[in-house]
T-cell receptor, first 111, second 114 residues
Framework: RKEVEQDPGPFNVPEGATVAFNCTYS??????FFWYRQDCRKEPKLLMS???SGNEDGRFTAQLNRASQYISLLIRDSKLSDSATYLC????????????FGQGTTLQVKP | NAGVTQTPKFQVLKTGQSMTLQCAQD?????MSWYRQDPGMGLRLIHY???????DQGEVPNGYNVSRSTTEDFPLRLLSAAPSQTSVYFC?????????????FGEGSWLTVV
């Protein structure tokens, strides 16, 4: 089993749709969680950190479920500009700087 | 601007050649790491470092060496390039402070081995 797993998609949705991605992780002691966005294999850009209480940034909402060991990303009112690959990133142990990536979920928003 | 500087951006190598990908950060981060990204594979960890003089292997270390003689620099060496090492390489640096973690990436190095 991979340490971090994502459904690679692609997710094809119309503009204005709501779409959700999940990411599961295998190490129950994992410390930190993030969603990154990547365009055309450029460097990943931070979308948002994921906190235990859940957090929201505009149209984006991230949730962490420690009991079931997954994080989620919800995108509301999808825009064409949201088309990208979304990477789930986990820091499994504090003090290592070791980052584990999911394989990414591709989102294509269509007019 | 502060951040992670990665060079070269593009490189073509012949099989068997060696080269070094450079990575430097000016944020005094303890943690640095190298990843490769192949189509449909996400980013896979090659090597990482928790501080000057300390390195460790990641998921796909074979064919690569690293060293961390200073906090700022974390070069990745390809000892004898193979076509299987054709990929995009990303360097990252991380701080893990009391307020949380921040990850900074270099812009990537596109390597082709022919």
């Amino acid at each position: 089993r991979k340490e971090v797993e994502q459904d690679p998609g692609p997710f094809n949705v119309p503009e204005g749709a709501t779409v959700a991605f999940n990411c599961t992780y295998s190490n129950s002691a994992s410390q930190s969680f993030f969603w990154y966005r990547q365009d055309c294999r450029k460097e990943p850009k931070l979308l948002m950190s994921v906190y235990s209480s859940g957090n929201e940034d505009g149209r984006f909402t991230a949730q962490l479920n420690r009991a079931s060991q997954y994080i989620s990303l919800l995108i509301r009112d999808s825009k064409l500009s949201d088309s990208a690959t979304y990477l789930c990133v986990v820091i499994p142990w504090a003090g290592t700087g070791k980052l584990i990536f999911g394989q990414g979920t591709t989102l294509q928003v269509k007019p | 601007n502060a951040g992670v500087t990665q060079t070269p951006k593009f490189q073509v190598l012949k099989t068997g050649q060696s080269m070094t990908l450079q990575c430097a950060q000016d944020m005094n981060h303890e943690y640095m790491s190298w990843y490769r990204q192949d189509p449909g594979m996400g980013l896979r960890l090659i090597h990482y470092s928790v501080g000057a003089g300390i390195t460790d292997q990641g998921e796909v270390p074979n064919g690569y060496n690293v060293s961390r003689s200073t906090t700022e620099d974390f070069p990745l060496r390809l000892l004898s390039a193979a076509p299987s090492q054709t990929s995009v390489y990303f360097c990252a640096s991380t701080n893990q402070g009391a307020t949380g973690n921040t990850i900074y990436f270099g812009e990537g190095s596109w390597l082709t081995v022919v």
